[in-house]
Structure formats: structure tokens, C-alpha cells
């Protein structure tokens, strides 16, 4: 029993229009899913990944209209670390983000940025043999697109607190980089903690919510009851429809979920027509006309794109 690396990573927006415009438009991933906050269907849950919506690059968005931008900090992830192909991605992405008046910080293997409202990403040049996850985007040449998560880092004041969870329960192991790295049968992804600054954290625009890995359907509840032995308290499982979830924090504060490989985000829209309309799940779809009136209004995402 294995999980498949990072599944998915959610954070905040404040501003839905200009998530998508750079999501969609300057970072050439495809809006696969627009929906709603299960919790609270007042407002988007916006779903961003490669052309079919695979596990391993589905970066998603709670927007909350307007909310002040927030800060990371302890027990929070910070940065979402992307793999591309080559040096020559990494020159592509240099001259497209600084078009865009995106500022850039560059070293040998690294291009580290932050979108809008502060969330920090970096792009690496990736040695993994996993799937390339492509998004098929108007002036990204597929040699140069995202190709999926590489990892996340995250703030901890004491990590050492997370070691019998995450390495004895969860499955990660030492990498040569200094970073935890969870590897599955098919894809693997790393976790890596940094020290915080002193700035308490702050929840708001710009910040990771959680961060959920990836297991198979028919291990799910298993993953339960072994987080549940290693000392974390999980949610029971929560039928989210395209995938089913549960959460616990790991010692160290950051959320996280377990969330299933499938249903799949194929299972309410066909492949080809993926994020083009409101997506509800059964138990809200009662609610469509009371809820579509609160959202905002979005862009065509590829005809911005």
C-alpha cells in the first residue's frame, strides 16, 4: 500500500477573474473543473491541472471575493515546486513571466515567482521518469509546459515532531536533496520543511489551504485507520464526488487530505468540454439556481488563454 505522491493542492484566492487569467492564461494549465466549496457553495472551487485533470497537477482555489491577502507561516506550506523539462523551459519561462510583469527569481535549475496575490511557486528542471502532466495552452510549446507537481515546501518550527507519521506511518523516505519524498507505483512527489520567519501565520489570499497525496480507491479507508494509528485524528471519509476525501494535521499544523484516484473529474463532463459550466455535485444541484447568482462571473478561460 502506497501513496502516489501529491495529489492535489488547494489555496485561497480572493479575486476569481484574475486566478484564471493567470492560471489559465499566463501559466497555460487548463481550467477542469468549476465548482463550488462543498462546505460552503457560496463560493468557487476552482480546479486547474493538465488536459484530463490527473492527480499529481490539480492546483485548486477556494475564492473568498476580496479577501485580504494572508501570510504563511508556521504549519503552512509556502511554496508549490513544478517540474518542467529542460534548461531551455526554464529560459521559455524567464522571457513569458517577465512579458507578463511577473517578477523572477533565477538560479541554475530554479525559477521562483509568485502569482497575484503572493502564492509562491518555483519551476525545476526535473529528473523524475514519471508521465510528463501537459496542459495544452496557446503559445506554450508542449516541450516547455508545467509538467505537474514536483513538491511543496512548508514552515515548521519543530519537524522532527512529524518523523513517526510521516516516515513510519504515511510512507516518506529521505531524499539526496534534504527533502521527504513520498513515492507510489506511478508517480512520487517531495514534502520539505523550512524553517518560519518570525511573522505569525495568516490565513487569507495567496496561501495553501492543504495539501492532499494520493492513494488508490480500495486502500482509502485503510490510509484512515493507519493515520489514525500513527497518531493523527482523520476525518471520517468525505465523498467529495470526483474523489473522496479525509483530513488530519500533521504534527507539524499543515493540513492534509488523502484523497482517491478517481471517480475522476470525467464523471459529471465529457473530456473535451471540461470547466465550461458550472459542475455540481448530486447533493447541490437542487441548489443551482440559488447558488449560480452568488458567484462571480468568470472569463472564457481559453479564449483568454
Do not use: C
Amino acid at each position: 500500500m502506497k501513496l502516489e505522491g501529491i495529489h492535489h493542492v488547494t489555496a485561497i484566492t480572493g479575486d476569481a477573474p484574475r486566478n484564471v487569467d493567470f492560471y489559465v492564461g499566463v501559466l497555460g494549465l487548463r481550467l477542469v473543473k468549476k465548482s463550488v466549496n462543498q462546505d460552503d457553495p457560496t463560493v468557487y472551487h476552482l480546479f486547474y491541472g493538465d488536459e484530463e485533470g490527473s492527480p499529481g497537477a490539480d492546483l485548486t482555489f477556494f475564492e473568498y471575493p476580496h479577501a485580504l491577502r494572508g501570510r504563511a507561516g508556521a504549519g503552512m506550506v509556502h511554496r508549490i515546486d513544478w517540474r518542467v523539462e529542460s534548461q531551455a523551459a526554464l529560459d521559455f519561462w524567464t522571457a513569458r513571466l517577465a512579458d507578463h510583469g511577473v517578477e523572477i527569481t533565477r538560479s541554475d535549475d530554479e525559477l521562483v515567482f509568485a502569482d497575484p496575490e503572493g502564492l509562491q511557486h518555483a519551476l525545476l528542471v526535473s529528473t523524475a521518469a514519471d508521465s510528463p502532466l501537459i496542459a495544452d495552452a496557446p503559445g506554450i510549446p508542449r516541450e516547455h509546459a508545467l509538467q505537474g507537481f514536483d513538491g511543496v515546501r512548508a514552515y515548521a518550527v519543530n519537524p522532527g515532531a512529524s518523523d513517526h507519521l510521516l516516515r513510519d506511518g504515511l510512507g516518506f523516505v529521505d531524499s539526496l536533496t534534504g527533502a521527504l519524498q513520498l513515492r507510489g507505483d506511478h508517480r512520487g512527489s517531495f514534502y520539505r520543511y523550512d524553517p518560519p520567519g518570525d511573522a505569525p501565520p495568516q490565513p487569507g489570499a495567496g496561501t495553501v489551504h492543504h495539501v492532499a497525496f494520493a492513494a488508490a480507491m480500495d486502500d482509502h479507508e485503510a490510509w484512515r485507520e493507519r493515520a489514525a494509528a500513527y497518531g493523527a485524528r482523520p476525518t471520517p471519509v468525505i465523498d467529495r464526488y470526483y474523489f473522496r476525501s479525509i483530513y488530519f494535521r500533521e504534527p507539524s499544523g499543515v493540513l492534509f487530505e488523502i484523497a482517491t484516484i478517481g471517480p475522476g473529474f470525467a464523471t459529471d463532463e465529457a473530456p473535451e468540454h471540461l470547466g465550461e459550466r458550472l459542475s455540481l455535485p448530486p447533493f447541490l444541484e437542487r441548489r443551482r439556481g440559488e447558488i449560480e447568482p452568488l458567484l462571480t462571473p468568470l472569463p472564457d478561460p481559453r479564449a483568454r488563454a
